[in-house]
């Protein structure tokens, strides 16, 4: 069964691959960065620590804050 934070990442991000995983700057949890399973460009950063789901989009500027979520329960 998928955790809500699961079911967060395919509703923001979709269809991914694992890339890798740096420690996150805000609360230490494994930060986890995903590929396009087809292009294999990244795609998206999420950390579960603190519930930050980010997707990357490489038209547009990535460092545009709209495109960042946080969610919090
Ligand atoms: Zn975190």
Known sequence: MKSDFEFLLDMIIGPREFFYVMECDVC???EI???HPITKKQIGIACKGCHF???LDFVANPNDNNRYFSISY
Do not use: M
Request: glycine fraction near 12%; proline fraction near 0%.
């Open 28 to 30: 230490g949890f494994d």
């Open 33 to 35: 960065h995903f590929q």
């Open 53 to 55: 789901v980010c997707k």
